[in-house]
T-cell receptor
């Protein structure tokens, strides 16, 4: 089945530093990548949608200059949290969808998530 | 009002019990619906799609009522391994956006 590899699984960083999270689709071409954030006891909230080769579309309330998304290839998308602060501590998950809706989960394949803690 | 609403629980049930979760959605343009399962500190995983005619997968039965904008999940003969958070999900945005409910936590006990 379709697999999305997300790294790192967890990261602890100091306030003010930047953190990059990678998602790779291993056996299909991810034309669309979705980035979610989940705070404790809350639902997954979509942050942005990116199509390969295009600028990401951000959801209302998500700062595009703080959460930089790059989707330069059909198998790799990155999310960079710039100048991280403790309130950015959260669980970040990517989800990939192929051109024909490949991937499991109704056409969406999720990465395993990255737990970011900013101290 | 949240686009997808669920009772957060937790629901504590004994092993072997039958338990039902409900979910309501506000966007009548939502096209498809799913139930996902999320274990603690893990990514969500698809449990099953939900169809208006109702669908069953082993011990799990899902139902969709478009008129009432209501979705349900029934788990029969619950196992300890069923303990997780169950997420109700709607596909919106022209079929390109998954909107998640906050999830209902289930704890199955001996």
């Amino acid at each position: 089945g379709a697999v999305v590899s997300q790294h790192p699984s967890w990261v602890i960083c100091k306030s003010g530093t930047s953190v990059k999270i990678e998602c790779r689709s291993l056996d299909f071409q991810a034309t669309t990548m979705f980035w979610y954030r989940q705070f404790p006891k809350q639902s997954l909230m979509l942050m942005a949608t990116s199509n390969e080769g295009s600028k990401a579309t951000y959801e209302q309330g998500v700062e595009k200059d703080k959460f930089l998304i790059n989707h330069a290839s059909l198998t790799l998308s990155t999310l960079t949290v710039t100048s991280a602060h403790p309130e950015d501590s959260s669980f970040y998950i990517c989800s990939a969808r192929g051109p024909g809706g490949q991937g499991i989960s109704g056409g969406y394949t999720f990465g395993s998530g990255t737990r970011l803690t900013v101290v | 009002r949240k686009e997808v609403e669920q009772d957060p629980g937790p629901f504590n049930v004994p092993e072997g019990a039958t338990v039902a979760f409900n979910c309501t959605y506000s966007n009548s343009a939502s096209q498809s619906f799913f139930w996902y399962r999320q274990d603690c500190r893990k990514e969500p995983k698809l449990l099953m799609s939900v169809y208006s005619s109702g669908n069953e997968d082993g011990r799990f039965t899902a139902q969709l009522n478009r008129a009432s904008q209501y979705i349900s999940l029934l788990i029969r003969d619950s196992k300890l391994s069923d303990s997780a958070t169950y997420l109700c999900v709607a596909l919106t945005g022209g079929g390109n956006k998954l909107t998640f409910g906050t999830g209902t936590q289930l704890k199955v006990e001996l």
